[in-house]
């Protein structure tokens, strides 16, 4: 099943399924976000560096994912690549970045993420 979120004009019915797709994330779910609020690797001193992230692990408690190898300036690359096949996207699994349910929450709520896709 792939269910894609965030991508369309907005509409209560996307807010309810972005609500769900974050409140109850899932290894393999793809987030388009904002990757230089989640890593601390460097991004060539970019102000802020946009692209996917992908879950690897969810417990109780945390949220567990990898960032995009690549990243772009512009928030349109990743909410056009969360749509496609995705097969050159390549993953950083050396930096396996751990938050909070909450933060994944309150990163939502911030904007940070954009786009989601089950």
Same mark, same amino acid.
Request: aromatic content about 6%; proline content about 3%; glycine content about 8%.
């Given at each position: 099943?792939?269910?894609?979120?965030?991508?369309?004009?907005?509409?209560?019915?996307?807010? %309810?399924?972005?609500?769900?797709?974050?409140?109850g994330?899932?290894?393999?779910d793809?987030?388009?976000a904002?990757?230089?609020?989640?890593s601390?690797?460097?991004?060539?001193?970019?102000?802020?560096?946009?692209g996917?992230?992908k879950?690897?692990?969810?417990? %109780?408690?945390?949220?567990?994912?990898?960032?995009?190898n690549?990243?772009?300036?512009?928030?349109?690359?990743?909410r056009?690549?969360i749509?496609?096949?995705?097969?050159?996207? %390549?993953?950083d699994e050396r930096?396996?970045? %751990?938050i909070?349910?909450?933060?994944?929450?309150?990163?939502?709520?911030?904007?940070?993420?954009f786009?989601?896709?089950?």
């Amino acid at each position: 099943m792939l269910l894609v979120s965030g991508c369309r004009p907005a509409s209560e019915t996307s807010g %309810e399924s972005d609500r769900a797709l974050i409140a109850g994330p899932a290894a393999g779910d793809i987030y388009a976000a904002e990757l230089t609020y989640f890593s601390e690797a460097s991004f060539e001193d970019e102000a802020m560096v946009f692209g996917l992230m992908k879950v690897l692990a969810v417990d %109780e408690t945390k949220v567990t994912f990898v960032t995009e190898n690549a990243g772009s300036a512009s928030d349109a690359v990743p909410r056009e690549e969360i749509l496609g096949d995705m097969l050159h996207i %390549e993953f950083d699994e050396r930096e396996q970045i %751990e938050i909070s349910r909450g933060q994944l929450l309150e990163a939502h709520a911030a904007g940070k993420i954009f786009a989601m896709r089950r």
